[in-house]
Structure formats: structure tokens, C-alpha cells
């Protein structure tokens, strides 16, 4: 073959593979990049992007397994978001407080509930201030930190109530729960805090008036009961001394009547459902139905009742209600006021709301006194109002009055220049 001939045909037989080569090279290389260029676009968390190429089956089979992937992955970190956003919403709205600790008592996660009780702020937990931080750190609690302890030492649930002391005491009962892995050794602490406060108020609360009632109803049956034997073993032979016996057991009597009648008054009051039956009435009705039962009561003291009304008097409320809370407030106004002196009754309605302050000249009470007066049984002088035949249940049935007209009753009082009892009811009638 000539030389010549052989050298064309061999240039043009390697430009040819060149060609080819080069048309494969692009064919593979290109798709290639696109691949590579997906992936680096799926790493950003770009998941919605879909890789779209014309290649050969093999690498559209490749584009396809990774849009596959992709779309896999968004779906799951969707269905993720979403079960993790509700947890949070549970975990956030819990009134119990929730704190998560791990094997040394740091602080894995807690919810607002827990940081309000500890005296931190709901903005500290959003921004996970807690992280990283242990329990006495974050919480500043030892007992908490103690109890946390003992749970994973224990790897047992366990059941604590812990006294946080701020203005007034704070109780929380804590249950302790191990929390395990999946090849079951633990993992830490779940624990799960409940404010009791209402509850052990309640609890005082109830155990105080037991007492109370118990010593209130003691001392007439008492009385009675000895004055009664008296009569039966040994009769006095005299029958002015009889009749004085069977007075002071008469008038024991009575008074024990009047502590059961105002028990079942509170009762009545505290188990009503419902809203409070009102009706259109006039004030000054009310209020001088009050005057004649308290009236004689204050003239044997020489005490004057005087009322007064600014703006309307037509009202909506409960009449026989009010009337014994009206009736309690000046009843007590003339037995602790000065002989010679006035009780004030006044009434003020400004459309919104009726205030009916009753005003009395007494040795007033201490301030130490005016947050209590109005539990039941609580009495400032005990001996003194004993002795005028008060039940010390009358100022607690005028607060319930209050509350069930969704009112309130409060006092003012100065000592030694009176006090001014004010009961507050909202929207009478103009």
C-alpha cells in the first residue's frame, strides 16, 4: 500500500475514534455531572428537586433511584416534623411540669410548665437555655437534683412532694420514671412534676374547719350536757336556781341552732350549680328590711343606722341572698361598734356595678386580721365574740354571697377608727 494512502487512512480512522470517543465521553460525562450535581443538591436538604436526563437506561436508572430516594426522604423528614411538632405542642401545653434528664442529670429537655414552677422563663426553655445543664444548675432545686438521682441509682419509679419556697409555699409532687434504650439499660430520668398547692390548702383548709367545728360545737353540748346532768341528780331544790340552769342550757341550745343553721347556709351556698336566680328589685327594700331586723339589737346599744344611695336603685340580684348578707355585715357592725355611735349603710350603683359599704365606729382590726376575717370560725377577739353570741361563720356566708353573685367582699379598717365592709356586685340593673 502506498505510504501516503496508509497514513490518510490511519489519520482518518483515529479522527473518526476521537470523535466517537468524544461523543461517548459527553454521552456518559455529562449525565455524570448532572448526577453529582443532584446529590449535592439533595445533601442541601434541597428534596423537592427532581433530576430530569437523557442518558443511556443505566444511568436513567440511576436518576430515578435517586429522585426515588429523595422523594423518600422528604416524605419521612415531613411525617418526622410533623409527629415531632405535635409532641411539642402536647409537651408545651402539659399543665404538668416535665423535665428529661440523662445518666448524669443534665438536662435533656423540659417544658414551660416546668420552668414557670422552678422560676424560670418560658423564653429560656424556647431558646433551650437548659441544654448542657444540670439539674441543680438550671433548676437550683436540691431536693429535685436528690430525688433525680435517686431514681437512676434506684432504676425504679419513684413518688416525692418537694416545698419550693418563694412569697408563699409552693408543694409539687414528683413522680420519677427510669427511661431505657433499646437494648434496655438506662437512659436516664423522665419526671413528671404536679403543683398540689391548691390541694394542700384545701387539705389545711379542710382540717382546720373540722377543728374548728369540733371546738364550736363542743363548748354548747358541754354546757348543756352538765347543766342537763345537774337537773337529773341533783335537783337544786330551789326553782329560781332551776330556771337559771335551764336558761344557760336554753340559750347553749340556741346557739348550738345557730352554728348548724349557718353551716348549712355555707353548704347551700358552696354546692350551688348553675347560674344564681336573680330578679328586678329595689334596693331600698332590701336594705330596710335589714335596718328593722338589726334594729333592736342597735337600740339596746344606743346606735344609730343610717342609709344612704347614689345613683339607681333597681337591681338585679338574689333578694333573700343579699338580704342576709346585709343583714350579717350590720349585725356585726352593731356588736362591735362603740354604744352612742352610728353604723353607716351605703349604697352606690353606677350602671356597672353595686357597691353597698357598710361603715361602723368599732376598735377596727388589725391588718394582720383583715386577710382572715372572712374564713369560717376565724374571730379577731374570741372571747368577745363569744360572749356576744357571734358563730364566726357569718362574714364566711357573706363572701360565699359574694361569689355567688360573681362579686367579692373586702374590708378596710384603720384600728382603733372603725371598719368599712364593701360588698361588690357587678352589672345590676340601671
Known amino acids: 500500500m502506498d505510504p501516503q494512502l496508509w497514513i490518510l487512512t490511519s489519520v482518518v480512522l483515529a479522527a473518526a475514534l476521537l470523535v466517537v470517543t468524544l461523543y461517548l465521553v459527553l454521552r456518559v460525562f455529562r449525565p455524570l455531572r448532572a448526577i453529582a450535581e443532584a446529590a449535592r443538591r439533595f445533601s442541601r436538604g434541597e428534596l423537592t428537586y427532581r433530576l430530569e436526563l437523557d442518558a443511556p437506561p443505566q444511568l436513567r436508572a440511576v436518576a430515578d433511584a435517586l429522585n426515588g430516594m429523595a422523594r423518600q426522604v422528604d416524605e419521612t423528614i415531613t411525617r ?49 437555655a437548659h441544654r448542657g445543664k444540670s439539674v441543680i444548675e438550671f433548676l437550683r432545686n436540691t431536693d429535685v437534683d436528690s430525688f433525680a438521682g435517686q431514681v437512676l441509682e434506684e432504676q425504679t419509679a419513684l413518688e416525692r412532694t418537694v416545698t419550693l419556697y418563694r412569697k408563699a409555699p409552693v408543694y409539687v409532687q414528683i413522680h420519677g420514671t427510669v427511661l431505657r434504650d433499646e437494648q434496655g439499660e438506662c437512659a436516664g430520668a423522665l419526671l413528671v412534676l404536679n403543683d398540689i398547692t391548691r390541694l394542700k390548702r384545701l387539705e389545711n ?44 342550757a336554753h340559750g347553749h341550745a340556741q346557739r348550738l341552732n345557730l352554728i348548724i343553721e349557718d353551716l348549712l347556709s355555707l353548704s347551700r351556698l358552696e354546692s350551688w350549680e348553675g347560674e344564681l336566680p336573680r330578679e328586678d328589685c329595689a334596693l331600698e327594700q332590701i ?48 356588736k362591735y361598734s362603740n354604744q352612742d355611735s352610728v353604723v353607716e349603710i351605703v349604697c352606690r350603683n353606677d350602671g356597672q356595678e353595686l ?62 377608727q372603725g371598719s368599712v365592709f364593701t360588698l361588690c356586685i357587678p352589672s345590676p340593673l340601671s
Open 80 to 128: 418526622i416534623s410533623s409527629q415531632r411538632n405535635e409532641v411539642e405542642a402536647v409537651f408545651g401545653s402539659m399543665v404538668e411540669g416535665v423535665v428529661v434528664v440523662d445518666r448524669q442529670r443534665v438536662i435533656n429537655s423540659l417544658n414551660s410548665a416546668a420552668a414557670v414552677l422552678f422560676g424560670r422563663t418560658p423564653a429560656e426553655v424556647k431558646r433551650e
Open 205 to 248: 383548709m379542710r382540717r382546720d374547719f373540722v377543728a374548728n367545728v369540733s371546738h364550736e360545737l363542743r363548748t354548747p353540748i358541754t354546757s348543756i350536757m352538765g347543766f342537763v346532768e345537774t337537773l337529773l341528780e341533783d335537783d337544786p331544790g330551789d326553782e329560781e336556781t332551776r330556771q337559771r340552769f335551764l336558761g344557760i
Open 287 to 334: 336594705v330596710s328590711r335589714t335596718i328593722g331586723s338589726c334594729e333592736a339589737a342597735a337600740q339596746r346599744r344606743g346606735i344609730a343606722i343610717r342609709d344612704s344611695y347614689v345613683g339607681a336603685t333597681r337591681v338585679s340580684v338574689n333578694e333573700n341572698l343579699l338580704e342576709q348578707a346585709l343583714v350579717n355585715l350590720v349585725n356585726n357592725a352593731v
Open 355 to 416: 357597691q353597698i359599704s357598710v361603715r361602723d365606729q368599732g376598735p377596727g382590726i388589725p391588718p394582720a386580721d383583715q386577710l382572715r376575717v372572712f374564713e369560717r370560725f376565724y374571730r379577731v377577739d374570741r372571747a368577745r365574740s363569744r360572749a356576744m353570741g357571734g358563730t364566726g361563720l357569718g362574714l364566711a356566708i357573706v363572701k360565699h354571697i359574694a361569689l355567688a353573685h360573681n362579686g367579692e367582699v373586702s374590708v378596710t379598717s384603720m384600728e382603733g
